[in-house]
């Protein structure tokens, strides 16, 4: 699984994909990607694996919660 650095575009604003996420989406995602920067940033062991595990956690609840209101891979209005 790959998580985005940022929700920012090369050229500024926000990119097609989150435009289309809700607030709670964009949170969530924001809050794995915080997450996973953390955990890279520790050292090897159990306490950064639990960081990546929280990580992976919080992407998958990004993608439910779009699944469940009908968001993903709408195309950008």
Known sequence: MVI??????LRGGLSPTKQTQSALAR???ARAVIAMDEAREMS????RTEAIHKAI?????????ELLCGKRNRPAE
């Open 57 to 65: 956690v919080l992407r998958n609840a990004v993608e439910i919660h």
């Open 4 to 9: 985005e650095r940022s929700a920012v575009s």
């Open 44 to 47: 090897p062991g159990d306490e």
């Open 27 to 29: 949170d969530l995602d």
